[in-house]
Nanobody, 124 residues
């Protein structure tokens, strides 16, 4: 089982960026929950959003609500994070993660599988 995130980069405040996460060895639909987290230097890993794959139900952190959108593509077995109106404080390494159980919510310790992370830097 492997998750791989990509799409990070250096952008200016107000720009958009789209991250993708691909799963190999297993389909996203076999996980209960998949989500995105981020971690800035010196800070704890922070919940960004999650999606119940089989229903499409999404939940977002207040800090990104209305700006970020998680989408799924079962045919390609990929998950995306569309990030709009980026701010300097969105700069972090972004990780995709998957959980075997439902109800894992925002605690990263409840997620079982992690991608390697992709760097997003937003210049102000």
């Amino acid at each position: 089982v492997q998750l791989q995130a990509c799409g990070g980069g250096l952008v200016q405040a107000g720009d958009s960026l789209r991250l993708s996460c691909a799963a190999s060895g297993r389909t996203f639909s076999s996980y209960a929950t998949v989500g995105w987290f981020r971690q800035a230097p010196g800070k704890e890993r922070e919940f960004v959003g999650r999606i119940i794959w089989n229903t499409g139900f999404t939940v977002y952190a207040d800090s990104v609500k209305g700006r970020f959108t998680i989408s799924r593509d079962s045919a390609k077995n990929t998950m995306s994070l569309q990030m709009n109106s980026l701010k300097a404080e969105d700069s972090a390494v972004y990780y995709c993660a998957a959980a075997e159980k439902y109800g894992v919510r925002t605690n990263p310790q409840n997620y079982d599988y992690w991608g390697q992370g992709t760097q997003v830097t937003v210049s102000s």
